[in-house]
């Protein structure tokens, strides 16, 4: 694995040597990887290089594509646009990728994705879910469900809980907001009535004053957008203020460490994600075994977009013969995948069709709760609508 900021050399070799025994041969085929490595959002940038570096050693001790290797050029991106958009022109400028993927969150990788589309290189994305990214043209591919989708779950879910008054909690970035209208727009005609909505900032971890207004509100269900390390301190200080409605969480949630931070009071919280721990698909079974054995941790949801993510681009590179441009946009495009994270096919937009997970903290872990599996609520944008 090869960084080319000079700054993060030390880093990605650290990062290696602690998460994977690697090649010391020269990889031929060349994918980049944008991922915060540092900042706010290390902890889930190392879930996703984690995920995405396990997908390249499996098809690497495999023989690889078409008889060459794998190299993931990574590059830390900080979750930052600001530093997005020079990694992403590096990567097609100095390195040559073929492809890249998206290991990052949505402001940046909003960001690098025009760079990519001007170059015609496939860019696969993780787990950003806000609906610029794919819009920016036919190069861009997203593994799990954006934004408008998954808050328009969080609604069902709220509605299969038979809960009626509703009080959003919205973080005020990409993530949040397009939560926040995916659940709104489906809330009216699930019965549903959002009574109230409160946002926070992405620094903020006190709070007190939004807590005051939720428990005089007195919601039956709170659907709060947010990342582990807001989620924590804030589900916390809901519980301790004696606020006893279910909270529905996201993706953003789908860590340990929200488990970590919130306590006990993370028990019965429930989140729409893309992972189920408790799956029965070989799939599923192989990648939660094949990541622990690796890493001897168990798997997010971040690691397994990011698996996911790159193991669709190598199986299209693979229908390809390690070919890229349009043949690599068009095998990723026609593509039907049996992934860690369910079965996935792409539609016009390139956007996914598939089910929502949802899981319950329980016994300080996740586990299965329901399937959100409705394909007229869930379904993505096409290039018509």
Same mark, same amino acid.
């Given at each position: ?6 700054? !993060? ?28 490595? *540092? ?7 190392? &879930? ?51 492809? =890249?993927?998206?290991?990052? %969150?949505?402001?940046? *990788? ?12 496939? %860019? ?33 879910? =709220? ?40 946002? %926070?900032?992405?620094?903020?971890? +006190? ?15 709170? %659907?709060?957008?947010?990342?582990? !390390? ?5 589900? &916390? ?12 969480? +996201? ?6 460490? !929200? ?9 019965? *919280?429930?989140? *729409? ?13 192989? !990648? ?98």
């Amino acid at each position: 694995m090869k960084s080319h900021k000079p700054q !993060f050399r030390l880093l990605m070799v650290a990062t290696a040597a602690l998460v994977f025994a690697t090649s010391t041969a020269w990889a031929d085929i060349k994918i980049g990887f944008n991922v915060p490595l *540092t900042g706010f959002a290390a902890a889930d940038g190392k &879930s996703a290089l984690q995920g995405a570096q396990l997908a390249v050693n499996q098809v690497n001790a495999s023989g690889g594509v078409a008889g060459q290797k794998i190299e993931l050029v990574v590059y830390d991106d900080q979750a930052s646009p600001k530093e997005a958009v020079p990694s992403a022109t590096k990567m097609v400028e100095k390195d040559g990728v073929i492809a =890249a993927v998206s290991g990052s %969150y949505s402001g940046s *990788t909003r960001a690098a994705a025009s760079v990519f589309q001007r170059a015609k290189i496939p %860019y696969v994305v993780a787990y950003a879910i806000h609906p610029d990214i794919t819009l920016a043209g036919d190069y861009m591919f997203r593994v799990s469900a954006m934004g408008e989708v998954q808050g328009r779950g969080g609604a069902k879910l =709220a509605q299969n809980l038979g809960k009626k008054n509703v009080v959003l909690i919205t973080l005020k970035n990409d993530f949040g907001k397009a939560l926040a209208s995916g659940f709104k727009d489906a809330a009216p005609n699930l019965g549903l009535t959002i009574i109230n909505e409160y946002e %926070y900032g992405m620094p903020d971890r +006190q709070f007190g004053p939004l807590v005051s207004k939720l428990k005089s509100d007195n919601p039956e269900v709170i %659907y709060a957008s947010g990342y582990f !390390f807001t989620a924590g301190p804030l589900v &916390s200080q809901i519980r301790a203020a004696g606020i006893t409605a279910p909270i529905i969480g +996201q993706e953003g949630y789908d860590s340990d460490k !929200f488990i970590e931070i919130a306590g006990d009071a993370s028990e019965g *919280t429930l989140i *729409t994600t893309s992972l189920d721990r408790d799956s029965k698909a070989p799939a599923t079974i192989a !990648f939660l075994a094949d990541y622990r054995k690796a890493t001897n941790q168990g798997a997010d949801m971040v690691a397994a977009s990011s698996f996911t993510a790159m193991a669709v681009l190598i199986n299209a590179l693979k229908r390809t013969d390690g070919k890229g441009g349009v043949a690599l946009r068009d095998a990723i495009a026609s593509g039907t995948y049996d992934m860690p994270i369910g079965k996935l096919t792409f539609n016009d937009l390139h956007e996914v069709k598939k089910d929502i997970q949802v899981q319950i903290v329980k016994d300080k872990g996740f586990h299965h709760y329901s399937v959100i599996s409705d394909p007229v609520l869930l379904a993505p944008p096409t290039k018509a609508k």
